[in-house]
């Protein structure tokens, strides 16, 4: 009897416990639905790309139309075939619609239907156009109603002129953003697709300086650049721009595992998830993985780049690196870790035809950091630079006179606020990449390519012509404080007569003409100084600091990005 109750008991427990699991357990939301990246009001890309979304039944047939007269089907009998893991006891089936080029824009109704459940998912306000991604830390996160012309923006809104440009923000989420594997939907979701309003302009946060709540309004250098396309475009096209960046963070958490291999001889600033950097390669496809800490390795990528997995682009903006800036200025990891993630970008993103999806990155502004060596800014700007001459159909957007010394923002001047004028430089390589058919190179910044020591000045010269009207004095610059190596070089320029040995400004002072050490031609520069103390040989550097003076600008007035040079004696 004893015996028969106590087995009594174990029943009642293992029911009650099977209860308790079987109603804990999450159910799909639907027998048939769309990924969270897709919604209302959203832009798809005009030169195909995908539908995505998941059916409960295995095999299931999806057909996904338009509303539109004649022929409405977008596609036919997409198979539910590819098991995603939405549960422990829970597998859903993911199927994709693959689209070709759309000549129509819409506004469309579209209806995604299953054949055997006889269900249906309707989304509206659907258009086809440019779809752009924009991602990075703080500078990408840095919204609109914080930059210095945000009345400007928010008046465009007003207007109603713009209503044609959409926006997914991810947003950052101390909790929900990082996510332990690779994950087919967002955990966390900001907004989804939406029309712009004055709500997503009007408020200016960049003093909290704290990421998960700078989710205010959309980030003004993809909106920047986002608008430019569209108003080059005639108002006629729409576009689609999805925000997904967080601030504070490094590359490791963005990268892929794959990308993350390719550096794991060098040290990574991440966390190794459960021991085990890579234990992320399993095939089996995680509706939404379980949330960690921002700092796991490719943790934003797996919960804030993977579920856009699908998703086609038309080029994609990057803004990152701050907080990759090394110490010591040795620059061998964030050289090897740019090159790898920008890669793994277009592996994952890319459109999967023979023109390359054109990636866009940002350079390092100026700024004032007690945290590292005299020269790691610099290096790192320089590597960023050397990394982007290696990726075919890529650029470096300059930013050298865009530091903000006066910032308000939290962070310091870490954070300036002229995001309008990147905005502008994006547009202006992404107009001949994908629109003008031209020569996009020649928005490159003039090289130097010859450097001939004369007895009292040294002469460069560059293969593009510099502006003539370029400053005859230098911008002013600022030297950082709170640390060794900090610098204010006031002409720009530097020299080191001997290889190895020390760098020594070169005075504005020195042998002045017309008011200015420096004589600037349309090709090339003289700098005037005493030239004795030099051997043959020695190198030469400009705007090689935190926050550097500038004197030479090309034709279109951007500034010459730093450079260093062997000069040779005549």
């Known amino acids: 009897r004893v015996l028969f109750r106590s087995r009594l008991v174990l029943l009642f427990v293992f029911a009650v416990v099977s209860l308790v699991i079987f109603l804990a357990v999450p159910k799909p939301p639907a027998s048939l639905f769309l990924a969270n990246a897709m919604s209302d ?3 798809l890309s005009r030169s195909g790309g995908s539908v995505w979304g998941y059916s409960v039944h295995k095999d299931d047939h999806i057909d996904v139309t338009l509303s539109v007269t004649g022929s409405p089907f977008l596609c036919k009998d997409a198979v539910a075939g590819t098991p995603v893991s939405f549960s422990i006891f829970t597998t859903i089936w993911l199927w994709k619609c693959n689209y070709g080029p759309q000549d129509n824009i819409g506004p469309y109704t579209l209806r995604v239907e299953s054949r055997g459940l006889g269900t249906a998912v309707v989304l509206k306000d659907v258009h086809f156009g440019e779809v752009f991604l924009c991602s990075g830390q703080s500078n990408m996160e840095f919204t609109v109603g914080s ?7 928010l008046e465009k809104v007003k207007s109603g002129k713009y209503d044609r440009i959409r926006f997914l923000i991810v947003g950052a989420e101390e909790r929900g953003s990082a996510l332990k594997k690779p994950s087919m939907e967002f955990r966390h979701l900001l907004t989804p697709w939406t029309k712009p309003s004055p709500s997503y302009f009007d408020k200016a946060d960049c003093t909290i300086n704290d990421a998960t709540k700078w989710n205010a309004g959309i980030s003004a250098v993809c909106w920047d650049f986002g608008r430019r396309v569209y108003e080059h475009l005639e108002y006629k096209v729409p576009v689609g721009l999805v925000d997904s960046a967080y601030g504070g963070t490094s590359m490791a958490y963005w990268s892929p595992p794959g990308a993350l291999e390719t550096c794991r001889a060098l040290k990574m600033p991440c966390q190794v998830p459960q021991g085990a950097l890579f234990d992320q390669t399993s095939t089996d496809a995680v509706f939404r993985a379980e949330p960690a800490p921002v700092e796991t390795c490719s943790g934003l990528y797996n919960g804030m780049l993977h579920p856009l997995l699908h998703m086609s682009f038309s080029a994609i903006a990057w803004y990152q690196g701050e907080n990759d800036v090394p110490i010591s200025g040795d620059t061998k990891y964030f050289a090897c870790a740019f090159k790898a993630l920008l890669n793994s970008f277009r592996d994952i993103f890319g459109s999967g035809n ?3 999806i054109p990636i866009l990155a940002v350079q390092l502004a100026p700024y004032n950091n007690g945290g590292h060596s005299g020269d790691s800014l610099a290096n790192t700007r320089a590597t960023q630079a050397a990394v982007i001459e290696t990726i075919p159909r890529s650029a470096l957007i300059t930013t050298l006179d865009l530091g903000d010394w006066d910032s308000p923002c939290g962070g310091g001047n870490i954070h300036p606020r002229n995001k309008e004028r990147i905005g502008a430089r994006l547009f202006a390589y992404a107009r001949r990449m994908l629109y003008s058919g031209g020569n996009w190179t020649v928005l490159q910044s003039p090289r130097p390519t010859l450097c001939t020591i004369f007895s009292n000045s040294i002469e460069i010269v560059f293969d593009k012509n510099l502006s003539v009207d370029s400053p005859r004095l ?26 190895g040995g020390k760098w020594h400004p070169i005075s504005t002072t020195a042998a002045p003409m017309d008011n200015s050490s420096s004589k600037i031609e349309a090709n090339g520069v003289r700098v005037y100084f005493p030239t004795a103390g030099l051997g043959n040989e020695a190198n030469l550097r400009y705007a090689y600091s935190d926050f550097p003076a500038l004197s030479l600008f090309d034709a279109s007035g951007v500034p010459v990005s730093q450079f260093t040079i062997t000069c040779n004696k005549s």
């Open 41 to 43: 009001h959203m832009v």
């Open 147 to 153: 930059e210095i012309h945000a009345d400007v923006e």
């Open 354 to 356: 023979d023109d390359m």
């Open 474 to 499: 230098p911008t002013q610059c600022h030297a950082p404080t709170g640390r060794l190596g900090g610098r204010c070089v006031s002409s720009g320029y530097e020299v080191e007569a001997t290889r």
